[in-house]
C-alpha cells in the first residue's frame, strides 16, 4: 500500500524490489522529492553512491522498459557518508513490498572489488546464540556477585536484583531484535540510530564505540583473563606478580583471538560455538557441586558455610535507594554484551526468523545460569567471602576441593574470559568495517580479505592432500576459502585494544564503558519507539510489546 505523499510510486509493477536506501538515493532528483513525507527519517545516504545510481538512472540510450535493472543485492550498499548530512529520504516502508532485504546472497563467486560480508551469509542460530552467549558469560558472574552483594546487603536481596538486572537487559535485547529486523544490516546502533536520528547521530556512535566502547570493554575482560592465567601458572603468588606480566598474558590473548578470526568467519564462530558448550558446562557443574555440599556437608575443609541456614535470607537488606541502584548497575555489568549480534544481523542466513530466536532463547537460559550458580556461591561460602572477594570462583573451588579446585576453576574462569574476548573481537571487527564502509572511518578499514587482495576473496589452501581438505572443511568458508574478513578492520580494533591494555587501569575502565554504553542504549531503545510513531507502515519481521522499551528507557 502507497502511503500518503507517495502515492504516484508504483508497487505494483514487475521490475525488481528497490531497498528504501536506494530509493532515497535518488530522492533529490525526484519529481517526488519536493513531497518528502513527515513521517520520513532523517537519514542520509552516501554522495558517491547517489551518484552512481543516478548517472545509472539517466545513463544514455538506456531502455528501460527492454532492459532489466540488475537487482539490487548486486551493488554495494551504504546508509551513510561522514559529513553528508542530508534528509531527503523516502520512508522505509515506502518500498514497493516493504523493506527488501540488503545484501541478499549472490550465486556465483565473490572478489574483494566492492566484496560485502552482507552478501556472503554464513551465520546460523547456533552461531548467533554462541556470540550472545559467549559475551555475556564472560567474567562478570565469577566477579560480580560482591558488588551485588556487598550493595543488596542480604542473598535473598541479591537474587533479586540479579533477576532484575537479567530482565533489564532482555527487555534491551527484545527492543534490538526488533531493530535487527527491520533494519537487517551489519553495525548495530551504528545503522539504527543513522536512520532513525540522523548520520549525526551515528557518526558519534561510531566513534564513540570503535575509540572507547569496544576497546575499553574488551581491554576488561583481557585483563581478568590475564589475571586469572596467571594465577593458575603460579596460584596464590599472583597477588604479588608484577602487573606487567598479567599485561603481558592479556596481550597474548588478544593477539590470539584476533589471529583466529582474521582466518575465516568459520573458525571464528566454531571457537564460539565449543566456549559457550564449554561455559555452560561449568555454570552447570558449579551448580550441582553446591547442590551436593549443601546436602551432605562435605567439603575439603570440613564443614561447609552454614550461612544460609542460620542466617535469614533477607537479613541486613540495604534501604538505600542509591546502594540498590549500584547493585542492579553491577549485575547489568555481568550481563552485558546481549546486544552482540546485531552488530552482525547483516551476514545471517534467515536474520528476520533467527535474531529474535537467538536472544529469547539466550538471555532466559543466561539469567537461569546466573541464578543457579549464585545460589551455589551461597550454599558453600560465607556470607562474608562473597560480599569481599573478587575472585568468587576460585574461593568457590578452593572451599570444595582445596588448592586443586582454586587452579581448576583459574583455568575456567580463564576460559570464559577467553571465549568472551572471541566473540567481542569477532563483532568488534564487524562495527570497525561497517564503519569503514559507511565512510565513518577511513576506507581501508572496510575491506574486505588481505591487503593487496584483489580478484580472489582470500587465500585458498591449494592442497590435494587429505588432511588439508579436512582442515579446510573444518575452518574454511563454504567454498572452500580462508580471509574473507575484514582483517584490516580487526587488526586495527586489536590495536586499540592493546593501547587500553597498556595505558588502562580496570576500575576506570568498567565506570567510563558503563556511563556510555547504557547512554547509546538508551538512546537506542528510545529510537525504536520513535520509529514506530514515525514510520508505522515499515515491515518488522518482529515486534515486540511497546511496554519492552517503555520499561527499559524507564
Given at each position: ?528 519507539i520513535v520509529l514506530r510513531v514515525r514510520e508505522p507502515y515499515l515491515e518488522r519481521p518482529y515486534r515486540t510489546w511497546i511496554s519492552t522499551p517503555i520499561v527499559f528507557c524507564c
Amino acid at each position: 500500500m502507497a502511503r500518503a505523499g507517495y502515492a504516484n510510486i508504483n508497487t505494483t509493477s514487475n521490475q525488481p524490489l528497490r531497498d528504501s536506501l536506494e530509493l532515497a538515493s535518488l530522492a533529490s532528483s525526484s519529481p517526488f522529492s519536493s513531497h518528502r513525507s513527515s513521517s520520513s527519517s532523517p537519514s542520509a545516504v552516501s554522495s558517491s553512491r547517489k551518484n552512481s545510481l543516478s548517472n545509472e538512472a539517466s545513463a544514455p540510450g538506456a531502455d528501460t522498459a527492454a532492459t532489466p535493472r540488475p537487482t539490487p543485492h548486486l551493488r554495494s550498499y551504504s546508509i551513510s557518508s561522514t559529513f553528508d548530512f542530508t534528509s531527503n529520504l523516502f520512508p522505509l516502508s515506502s518500498t514497493a513490498g516493504g523493506y527488501s532485504v540488503l545484501g541478499t546472497q549472490t550465486s556465483g563467486p565473490l572478489d574483494l572489488n566492492g566484496a560485502s560480508l552482507e552478501k556472503h551469509k554464513s551465520l546460523t542460530y547456533l552461531n548467533g546464540l554462541s556470540l550472545i552467549i559467549g559475551l555475556i558469560i564472560g567474567s562478570g558472574i565469577f566477579s560480580s556477585p560482591s558488588q551485588v552483594n556487598t550493595n543488596a546487603g542480604s542473598p535473598g536481596a541479591s537474587l533479586i536484583v540479579w533477576t532484575v538486572a537479567g530482565l533489564l537487559a532482555w527487555t534491551g535485547a527484545a527492543s534490538y531484535a526488533e531493530l535487527g529486523g527491520a533494519i537487517p544490516l551489519n553495525g548495530g546502533a551504528q545503522a539504527y540510530l543513522s536512520k532513525i536520528f540522523g548520520e549525526l547521530a551515528g557518526f558519534i556512535f561510531t566513534w564513540c564505540a570503535v575509540f572507547v566502547l569496544k576497546p575499553g570493554s574488551t581491554a576488561i575482560i583481557c585483563i581478568i583473563f590475564g589475571e586469572y592465567v596467571v594465577r593458575a601458572a603460579i596460584g596464590a603468588e599472583a597477588e604479588s606478580v608484577n602487573g606487567w606480566i598479567h599485561k603481558g598474558v592479556a596481550l597474548a590473548g588478544l593477539a590470539l583471538v584476533t589471529v583466529v578470526n582474521c582466518i575465516s568467519t568459520k573458525l571464528g564462530t566454531r571457537v564460539g560455538d565449543i566456549f559457550m558448550f564449554l561455559k555452560f558446562i561449568a555454570l552447570f557443574a558449579i551448580t550441582i557441586i553446591g547442590i551436593i555440599v549443601a546436602a551432605t556437608g562435605l567439603s575439603f575443609h570440613g564443614t561447609p558455610s552454614t550461612d544460609w541456614k542460620s542466617i535469614g535470607w533477607f537479613e541486613g537488606t540495604s534501604h538505600d535507594p542509591s546502594n540498590w541502584a549500584v547493585a542492579i548497575y553491577a549485575g547489568l555489568w555481568a550481563f552485558d554484551g546481549w546486544d552482540n549480534t546485531n552488530y552482525v544481523v547483516g551476514e545471517f542466513h534467515n536474520p528476520s526468523r533467527d535474531l529474535p530466536r537467538v536472544i529469547h532463547t539466550a538471555m532466559p537460559l543466561v539469567i537461569l545460569s546466573y541464578l543457579l550458580a549464585n545460589l551455589a556461591y551461597i550454599f558453600v561460602l560465607p556470607s562474608a567471602t562473597i560480599s569481599s572477594s573478587t575472585t568468587i570462583a576460585v574461593q568457590f573451588g578452593s572451599a570444595v576441593f582445596g588448592p586443586i579446585g582454586s587452579f581448576v576453576f583459574a583455568i575456567i574462569v580463564g576460559a570464559s574470559c577467553l571465549g568472551a574476548l572471541n566473540a567481542t573481537a569477532f563483532t568488534s571487527g564487524r562495527l570497525v568495517y561497517a564503519a569503514g564502509k559507511e565512510g565513518f572511518l577511513p576506507e581501508i578499514l572496510g575491506r574486505i580479505g588481505m591487503p593487496g587482495t584483489s580478484e580472489d576473496f582470500g587465500p585458498r589452501l591449494k592442497t590435494r592432500s587429505r588432511a588439508g581438505k579436512i582442515l579446510l572443511r573444518l575452518i574454511g568458508d563454504e567454498d572452500g576459502s580462508l580471509g574473507f574478513t575484514p582483517i584490516n578492520a580487526m587488526v586495527f580494533n586489536a590495536l586499540l585494544c592493546g593501547a587500553y591494555i597498556i595505558v588502562g587501569e580496570f576500575g576506570t575502565l568498567i565506570t567510563f564503558y558503563g556511563v556510555a554504553g547504557y547512554t547509546f542504549y538508551f538512546l537506542t531503545v528510545l529510537g525504536l519507539i520513535v520509529l514506530r510513531v514515525r514510520e508505522p507502515y515499515l515491515e518488522r519481521p518482529y515486534r515486540t510489546w511497546i511496554s519492552t522499551p517503555i520499561v527499559f528507557c524507564c
